[in-house]
Every structure is written in structure tokens, then in C-alpha cells.
């Protein structure tokens, strides 16, 4: 395998794999997106993709596409290994892989602000 390539074995394809991270996931909760994960017992992450609310193909696509190449280039984002859906809400704006890093940094920053509180 290629390190820069992202096989189809790295990625949610069927229903019952995203209802099993639905049921069993973690959630965390951003503005923009939702990201939903559970541990896997495999060697590597998978991602599952979920776009709400947009009704142009095109732009659908774009978006999963930027989700993709983010997770391509971040895999290890969340450990243990873990089956992780991105859940897009309708007013998604971000345009780069760059643009979701930092939207996904912030929310586990401020996930583990709240953990430590005491209040998630």
C-alpha cells in the first residue's frame, strides 16, 4: 500500500457498519459537523461520511471529498483505531483538508475542557 493513498478498506461502505458507530459512538459536537466515533479492534481508522441538508450533488461531493483528503492526511486523529463518521450539518463552509483540521482540533479541545470539568 502507498502511505499517500486512502484504499476503500479505510472506509465505511456499508449501512450496518455506520449504524453499529451510531449506536456505539462517542459523540462530538462542533458548529459545522458532528464527528461520531467507536473503537474498532483493527490495525487502522475508518471513515464514514454523512451529509445533511445539501441538495446539490455537487457540492456533496466537494464536501466528502475535502473530508476525505483531511482523514487521508490525519488518520491517527483519534486513537485507539475507530470507525468515525463525520456528520455535516447543512451550513458546512469549510473549502480545504486545513480548513477541517482546525475546526477538528478546536472541538476536541474544547471536548477535553469540558471533561475535565466534569460536565460532558
Not at 42 to 69: D, F, P, Q, Y
Amino acid at each position: 500500500m502507498k502511505p499517500l493513498t486512502l484504499p476503500k478498506s479505510s472506509l465505511l461502505r456499508k449501512p450496518r457498519e455506520y449504524k453499529q458507530v451510531y449506536n456505539r459512538g462517542r459523540r462530538v459536537r462542533g458548529d459545522r459537523f458532528t464527528i461520531i466515533h467507536a473503537p474498532n479492534g483493527n490495525e487502522g481508522s475508518r471513515l464514514g461520511t454523512s451529509v445533511h441538508g445539501e441538495k446539490r450533488a455537487v457540492r456533496r461531493n466537494r464536501i466528502k471529498r475535502i473530508i476525505r483528503e483531511f482523514f487521508r492526511l490525519n488518520r491517527s486523529f483519534i486513537t485507539p483505531a475507530s470507525d468515525i463518521v463525520f456528520a455535516v450539518r447543512k451550513d458546512f463552509t469549510a473549502d480545504s483538508p486545513a480548513e477541517i483540521k482546525q475546526h477538528v482540533e478546536r472541538m476536541f479541545s474544547n471536548n477535553k475542557d469540558r471533561d475535565a470539568a466534569g460536565q460532558c
